[in-house]
């Protein structure tokens, strides 16, 4: 039986372990946005802020579930497809049923979430009062919310999945669809593979002026462009660089990228862009949570050397993405791909 395979139970016990945690966090911010109040000295006061230090340890242990959950939704995936007729990467697996896709998505939103808020609470231990702790609980019952229904999802996916079933390969479902629309040449692929590198050379360049002199104005906008870099990122992926690292100008598929014929670049591609958007938004979300005086004075050595990491992070998905391209111009003497 499919719920019997050993990366369908990695997973579920990865998203189980990342729900109870911020379901337990999330129990704690409902009592701090009921009950903190930092002008009190009482012994449910003491006790509360303790609750809250043990929160912190949930949430950032929760953080790592929900990463280590993601990437087991997609190893997982790619692993059971060699087990589903017809699937020869992960979307095969995730197109065997009407709950794949969904269940993806959810996992990528919370493993996002996750990350962002547990940044949020690595800057908090470098204030020195508990000025964020609202800001902090009001996060954390966001974010609960989104671990639970990404574990339902999964579930709902992964016991109903059927390995007798006979799939849709991703060159059935996506290789069409590029070879009807001349907008894969003409339109979005161009404007992607132009937009992409210009975008991430405006973020790196920002954050590394922002991180020289940190501000709260600068590193929020550092932030922003991270974020709005990740979308144009990830098109470009799709569009420009998995045709080149397999030679085929219609072949689209992000999941491909996870194989060993092109030595599994997208989990560093796709790794590296999950840090950088994760290091250069936390910063921004750090400047933008930051308004009193204990929170201001640590923003700047905490935002500098996430700004940093997260622009040397843009530069490897630049090297990594722009690598394909440059071997396929090699190996072919310079004729282009698309026609």
């Known amino acids: 039986m499919s719920h019997l395979e050993p990366w369908i139970l990695l997973r579920l016990l990865a998203g189980l372990v990342a729900t109870a945690l911020f379901v337990r966090a999330g129990y704690t911010s409902l009592r701090v946005l009921r009950r903190f109040d930092a002008m009190r000295a009482t012994e449910g006061q003491l006790a509360l802020e303790r609750q809250v230090e043990l929160a912190s340890t949930f949430v950032r242990v929760g953080a790592v579930a929900q990463l280590a959950a993601l990437v087991l939704s997609v190893l997982g995936a790619d692993k059971l497809s060699h087990g589903i007729r017809g699937a020869m990467c992960a979307y095969g697996t995730f197109h065997a049923n009407e709950w794949g896709f969904p269940a993806l998505y959810a996992s990528i939103a ?72 001349g907008g894969y040449v003409e339109g979005p692929r161009v404007l992607a593979s132009v937009l992409a590198p210009a975008a991430i050379a405006v973020s790196v360049l920002v954050a590394w002026l922002a991180a020289r002199r940190p501000r709260a104005p600068t590193i929020a906008v550092a932030g922003a462009l991270s974020f709005a870099a990740f979308p144009l990122a990830v098109a470009a992926i799709v ?55 204990g929170a201001r004075a640590a923003l700047g050595p905490f935002a500098a050397r996430r700004l940093r990491l997260g622009a040397l992070a843009w530069l490897a998905v630049l090297v990594l993405g722009v690598a394909p391209i440059v071997r396929y111009a090699v190996v072919s003497g310079g004729a282009p791909l698309f026609p």
Do not use: I, N
């Open 239 to 293: 569009l420009d660089v998995a045709p080149h690292a397999f030679e085929v100008p219609q072949h689209h598929c992000p999941f491909c990228l996870l194989r060993a014929d092109v030595w599994g670049l997208g989990y560093a591609l796709f790794g590296a862009l999950f840090l950088a958007v994760v290091w250069s938004g936390g910063a921004g979300l750090a400047a933008v949570v930051a308004r009193a005086p």
């Open 110 to 181: 919370a493993a996002f979430a996750a990350a962002l808020l547990s940044q949020l609470y690595l800057f908090d231990m470098r204030v020195r009062g508990p000025e964020l702790v609202r800001t902090l609980a009001a996060g954390t019952l966001l974010v609960a919310p989104l671990a639970v229904v990404d574990l339902a999802l999964q579930a709902k996916f992964l016991l109903g999945l059927d390995l007798s079933v006979v799939a849709s390969c991703c060159s059935v479902q996506l290789d069409p669809v590029a070879s009807a629309g």
